[in-house]
């Protein structure tokens, strides 16, 4: 049973690319969370999502970030335009639809992208 | 807006000895995690702590919630050199029924266990 599969787990854009980082939930999840953890810091939420809506994108930046989940494929966050202050650890997390109440998300290995 | 302190952020813990980390968090909510994270590797669950009092325990580690206080505590007995690695605690923001909504973390307590 494969868990929560982010890809690629190492990723090196120079200023001003274009990010695409890739999570396929854990199976018969609907629901996925993408996460940023900085060096020294905590995970900071950016976006939850099921199939084709954002349920909740508060923790997103204004500017060139955007997440989907489509209803076939994983789900994607881009980032455009990339600058240095992108650099971080972006983790994905998924949980079922109807899950018990509680039961702890699922998180993937995580993208480290770096800009140069 | 909610809030998580961990305290304190570096513990560096003697083998064979007993600590305890704490968590403290600003409003009220009923959902409280505890993961762990080894350098470079993704988060682990360890504990779901849902109702006031709840205490659950995995091996040397012993989670508790006191929902009043706002504080949960994680209690290491007799440290072993494996228990290395930064735990996070998470709080749920809003009591939603069914799916999980989104989670506020700490920064983390990163343990060191010496001999």
């Known amino acids: 049973n494969a868990g929560v599969m982010q890809n690629p787990r190492h990723l090196v854009r120079r200023r001003g690319q274009e990010a695409r980082l890739r999570c396929s939930p854990m199976?018969?999840?609907?629901?996925v969370y993408w996460y940023r953890q900085l060096p020294e810091e905590g995970l900071k939420f950016m976006v939850y999502l099921q199939k084709e809506n954002i349920i909740d994108e508060s923790g997103m930046p204004k500017e060139r970030f955007s997440a989907e989940f489509p209803k076939e494929g994983p789900s994607i966050l881009r980032i455009q335009q990339v600058v240095r202050g992108d650099s971080a650890a972006y983790f994905c997390a998924s949980s079922p639809k109807g899950g018990a109440y509680g039961s702890p998300l699922h998180f993937g290995n995580g993208t480290r992208l770096t800009v140069t | 807006e909610l809030k998580v302190e961990q305290n304190p952020l570096f513990l560096s813990m003697q083998e064979g000895k007993n600590y305890t980390i704490y968590c403290n968090y600003s409003t009220t909510s009923d959902r409280l995690y505890w993961y762990r994270q080894d350098p470079g590797k993704s988060l682990e669950s360890l504990f779901v702590l849902l109702s006031n009092g709840a205490v659950k325990q995995e091996g040397r580690l012993m989670a508790s919630l006191d929902t009043k206080a706002r504080l949960s505590t994680l209690h290491i007995t007799a440290a072993v050199h494996d228990l290395s690695a930064t735990y996070f605690c998470?709080?749920?923001?809003?009591?939603?029924?069914?799916?999980?909504?989104?989670?506020?973390f700490g920064k983390g307590i990163t343990l060191s266990v010496r001999p």
């Open positions: 998470a709080v749920g923001n809003h009591p939603v029924t069914g799916a999980n909504s989104k989670l506020t």
């Open positions: 199976k018969g999840h609907s629901h």
